[in-house]
């Protein structure tokens, strides 16, 4: 194992999330703001509580087990390469 290989574990995580933080999360400050959306509720609740609790909400959680799982990989990686493992 080499430092590179650490790194580029890092890289890859950083490349993976970024789009997707982009993507979901940039346009909703524009979707919250439109009339349309300030008014609309679904069983009394706006719908801006709807997008964020079942679409924001699940895909930050699924992204911090993805950056859980690639830093304990990474930290693994770093104490074999050390020889304290």
Known sequence: MSWSAVWSGRSWLLRCASPAWRCCFAPLPILFALPAVQDFRILG???D???LGAAVYPVVYLLARLHRRQAERIERDLTDLLGRG
């Open 49 to 51: 509580w709807w997008v």
């Open 45 to 47: 609740v706006p719908l």
